[in-house]
């Protein structure tokens, strides 16, 4: 399941620095590696070949209110087959400085990108499902880049991006694991294996739930914390009139597809946190049944003109991320998260335990919606952004929105 882990080059020292990261004697055993899952495609691209969708199953008028459509995925399929290049992609996803330590007796694969200035603050990019770390690749070296923030500031990154364990690179936990616990190791990542004292995070889907425990509970290391997504269960319109809370056309909109999605869109989500083995199991050795099960999730929690200008959420995009859940191996083990976590989502909302500034941005096409003063009930918020573009996946969906928000951390950075 996870041979994976031989084709991966791993490139070290045991003293020193690499690739600008002090190594501390080595003693999480850091190393910088090189993605190489090419031995892995002829098998994934015969089995995508040899699998039948049937002709007959088509029904008309429906959408995807039953789910992804037989005409997408069928059109997904056979740009798999015929216009689909991982070697191409692989070369471009090694751009990036790829890293592995083991940190609690789990290997944590992260991306490290370090700017030039010398006072660039730490950020902790945190990924959800079905997503990976190259949900921030549009992003990630332009984090780096000095900028200006709305207040004049300027403001640059060292942007690390973790894969959850279970995700991608990164080991399977056990089967209890938390996280909490997924929060522990990343800090641990952070301050023991990096030696940031204080950094930012940022988190959505699952990462928001991680930062936040990291907003939360690690509050002398976080300087300030941004969020697309909040673990607290969003309210109902029936709840935000008794608190009195108008919305604007914009906030309508996303009140209402929030509510639609909470009727309709989280099947996936029952299973997976009752019965992660059945449908992990079932689509662990299946690309062309990952393809629907995960192109679906980015295809509907999207904006519908994902794919034009600002948003580079296009078929290859999908293709990447489905190819990097097979050729890892790490499907079955990416759901365990729904079953190991199952009271994440709160119903009452509760200030975080510290005043470190806390950021927000909401996207009109997301699966979930708190206007700004449901947000300022968990946290210390100093600036809330809506944008009309967008949706669950904004690093790929508006990356420049997504790019300017994060910016804005340094406006309130503390040390």
């Known amino acids: 399941m996870f041979g994976f882990w031989f084709q991966l080059l791993a490139i070290g020292c045991l003293h020193g620095v690499v690739h600008g990261v002090p190594l501390k004697n080595n003693i ?58 991982w070697e191409r992609e692989q070369d471009s996803i ?3 400085k790829h890293f592995t330590a083991i940190v609690e007796s789990l290997t944590i694969h992260f991306v490290h ?16 499902w079905p997503g990976s770390f190259l949900e921030f690749a549009p992003i990630i070296n332009k984090l780096t880049e ?23 690179f990164s080991s399977p936990p056990p089967v ?14 952070m ?33 300030a914390a941004h969020f697309a997504f909040l673990p607290f269960y969003p309210e109902h319109p029936d709840q935000l009139t008794a608190e009195n809370i108008t ?36 689509l662990q050795d299946n690309p062309v049944g990952q393809l629907a099960w995960i192109a679906e999730k980015f295809m509907n929690w999207s904006d519908p003109n994902a794919g034009t200008s600002p948003s580079l959420l296009n ?25 190991q976590n199952p009271n994440t989502w709160r119903t009452e909302y509760s200030k975080a335990h510290t005043d470190s500034p806390m950021l927000f941005s909401a996207f009109k096409y997301n699966v979930a919606f708190w206007p700004t003063r449901l947000v300022a009930k968990v946290g210390n918020l100093v600036l809330y952004r809506n944008h009309d573009f967008g949706g669950h996946f904004p690093g790929l969906d508006n990356p420049p929105a997504l790019l300017g928000d994060l910016r804005e951390i340094g406006t309130y950075w503390r040390e």
Do not use: C
């Open 191 to 223: 301050t023991d294996v990096l030696g940031y004292g204080t950094y930012a995070i940022h988190g959505t889907d699952w990462g928001s739930a991680i930062a936040y425990t990291l907003y939360d509970q690690y509050n002398k290391t976080i300087g």
């Open 146 to 168: 000095e900028a200006e923030t709305s207040t004049g500031k300027r403001v640059s990154f060292n942007v690390i991006v973790p894969s959850l364990p279970g995700f991608a």
């Open 247 to 282: 919305l604007s056309e914009l906030e309508k909109a996303e009140e209402q597809n929030a509510m639609n999605w909470a009727g309709t869109g989280d099947g996936y989500f029952v299973e997976q946190s009752t019965k992660p083995n059945t449908i992990g199991l079932a």
């Open 176 to 189: 209890n694991w938390t996280i909490q616990e997924t929060a522990r190791v990343f800090n641990i990542l």
């Open 28 to 85: 999480f055993d850091l190393h910088p590696f090189h993605i190489n899952l090419a031995s892995g495609v002829p098998r994934m691209l015969d089995q995508i070949r040899n699998t039948e969708l049937p002709e007959q199953f088509r029904y008309s008028g429906v959408g995807t209110s039953l789910g992804i459509g037989l005409d997408d995925l069928k059109a997904l399929q056979t740009e798999w087959m015929t216009g689909f290049n």
């Open 94 to 96: 090694n751009e990036l």
């Open 315 to 339: 078929r290859n995009e999908i293709l990447r991320s489905v190819s990097l859940y097979y050729l890892t191996g790490s499907f079955a083990s990416s759901v365990l998260i729904y079953s």
């Open 113 to 128: 990108e370090k700017a030039n200035a010398s006072n660039a603050i730490p950020l902790l990019l945190i990924h959800g």
